[in-house]
């Protein structure tokens, strides 16, 4: 087992190492016109711009990703319980899943920009949108998950739904709810910056793009985009890093349930 994980971060380290070539090559070479700059010229314009305008930017945009995040995911999950508690309501609360699945964000954000006079609220709801179909069918997947005997267990004791909810179906959702949020996190990250895009604020990684584009600064926008990326791979490590743990604990709370 550790012979393959080991496996695995060595065929990582040697795809990005690969990718990272490439992309010099493409740069120092000027393939596409100059439109892709080398690794060295974003590294560069990262340091001349300084420290506190990537801060000031990007505060501003993990903040909303992180507030969408938590009311997408939140509601994602309480439509899943809804749905199990109430069998008869799954048509409608999947209906509503797939309409904000397929529905292009550039789509809904003018009604949206309508609806919510606050720039922020747009923001946030954009990035609620963007995470919620994959954690509601990934919670609603792990909640249906239970062997029919352990429910039949708790009934024969006398437990209700709720009881089973509790006892049974939370803990087998566990992983399956894990595993959507860690793709609902970097998720969220793009939903905040797309309605950045269209909602132009003040501060946030989607303006400071816009203007870079305006100003022809191509390393700028490589920057910020590559930055954005990393926010988003840093909160899909860290929810990994939370599900490796609570996926050890659920599996050990079943075994003594």
């Not at 904000?100 to 990035?127: D, G, K, N, R, W």
Request: aromatic share 8%; proline share 5%; charged share 10%.
């Amino acid at each position: 087992m550790d012979s393959g994980g080991g496996g695995r971060w060595q065929a990582g380290v040697a795809g990005i190492v690969g990718l990272i070539a490439l992309w010099w090559i493409a740069g120092a070479l000027e393939w596409f016109h100059g439109t892709i700059p080398t690794p060295g010229a974003v590294l560069s314009t990262i340091a001349d711009t300084g420290a506190t305008f990537y801060v000031e930017n990007f505060s501003a945009t993990v903040e909303l990703a992180f507030r969408g995040f938590l009311w997408g995911n939140g509601l994602a999950v309480a439509l899943a319980i809804l749905v199990v508690l109430i069998p008869p309501v799954e048509g409608l609360a999947t209906q509503l899943a797939i309409i904000s699945y397929c529905t292009p964000i550039i789509a809904v954000a003018p009604i949206i920009q309508v609806a919510f006079a606050e720039v922020q609220t747009m923001i946030v709801f954009l990035a609620a949108i963007s995470v919620f179909f994959t954690t509601m069918i990934g919670t609603l997947t792990g909640l249906r998950s239970p062997h029919k005997g352990s429910l039949d267990l708790v009934r024969v004791y006398g437990g209700g739904r709720l009881a089973q909810l509790w006892r049974v179906r939370s803990v087998s959702a566990l992983p399956n709810t894990l595993a959507a949020l860690k793709i609902a996190a970097p998720a969220a990250v793009l939903g905040a910056v797309l309605g950045e895009f269209l909602a132009m604020p003040e501060k946030g990684a989607g303006p400071a793009m816009i203007v870079a584009q305006q100003r022809g600064d191509i390393p700028e926008v490589w920057a910020i985009a590559l930055i954005s990326g990393a926010i988003a791979g840093v909160g899909y490590a860290v929810v990994a890093v939370i599900a490796r743990f609570a996926t050890r604990w659920s599996a050990g709370t079943a075994v003594l349930r």
